[in-house]
T-cell receptor, first 114, second 115 residues
Framework: KNQVEQSPQSLIILEGKNCTLQCNYTVSPFSNLRWYKQDTGRGPVSLTIMTFSENTKSNGRYTATLDADTKQSSLHITASQLSDSASYICVVISVIYNFNKFYFGSGTKLNVKP | DVKVTQSSRYLVKRTGEKVFLECVQDMDHENMFWYRQDPGLGLRLIYFSYDVKMKEKGDIPEGYSVSREKKERFSLILESASTNQTSMYLC??????????????FGPGTRLLVL
């Protein structure tokens, strides 16, 4: 069964600290993996897109890693800021005969406290 | 800047009512999507469209229909709203080509409450 599991479900950290969010998936075949940030009451916004051959991708203080062998990805946030408080969603895309299927994780809710 | 707008941020409807959720994008995107988002379940695809008048069922199309008469507009219709359709509804669009390789741009969402 194709699934995307994210952990932890929620996380509280102090401003300035680093944190790492995990995403494990069983989706096959794999096309690419994305991390989205969703502020409360808003739609998700893309942070990174990683294909099979990419191990690491950065977007400012956000660094995503991908291990396609173990089917694991992580999102590392450096020097967290209050504005990082949001839900972070991992999405795995599968493409079969030009048909695209999106598998969404249920997200990690991050709360950055001053 | 890509802009995806949704007609309402909040809606309250009664069971059995017909509900229209509108989504408009201004980037001439071919692909448009409707999702619902529920706590603990993540986003689930209801319908998507890859061209005007074209539509494909997603994972949970039951109880919903869609309309794509113009490229920029994708409507989600609840023919007879039920309480289990209370949810956050998100519209997204992406540029043409293999949708799996294109970034999806999401609207702000419509929070629908069915009483």
């Amino acid at each position: 069964k194709n699934q995307v599991e994210q952990s932890p479900q929620s996380l509280i950290i102090l401003e300035g600290k680093n944190c790492t969010l995990q995403c494990n998936y069983t989706v096959s075949p794999f096309s690419n993996l994305r991390w989205y940030k969703q502020d409360t009451g808003r739609g998700p916004v893309s942070l990174t897109i990683m294909t099979f051959s990419e191990n690491t991708k950065s977007n400012g203080r956000y660094t995503a890693t991908l291990d396609a062998d173990t089917k694991q990805s992580s999102l590392h946030i450096t020097a967290s800021q209050l504005s990082d408080s949001a839900s972070y969603i991992c999405v795995v895309i599968s493409v079969i005969y030009n048909f695209n299927k999106f598998y969404f994780g249920s997200g990690t809710k991050l709360n950055v406290k001053p | 800047d890509v802009k995806v707008t949704q007609s309402s941020r909040y809606l309250v409807k009664r069971t059995g009512e017909k509900v229209f959720l509108e989504c408009v994008q201004d980037m001439d995107h071919e692909n448009m999507f409707w999702y619902r988002q529920d706590p603990g379940l993540g986003l689930r695809l209801i319908y998507f469209s890859y061209d005007v008048k074209m539509k494909e069922k997603g994972d949970i199309p039951e109880g919903y229909s869609v309309s794509r008469e113009k490229k920029e507009r994708f409507s989600l219709i609840l023919e007879s709203a039920s309480t289990n359709q209370t949810s956050m509804y998100l519209c997204a669009s992406s540029s043409p080509g293999l949708a799996g390789l294109k970034t999806q741009y999401f609207g702000p969402g419509t929070r629908l409450l069915v009483l």
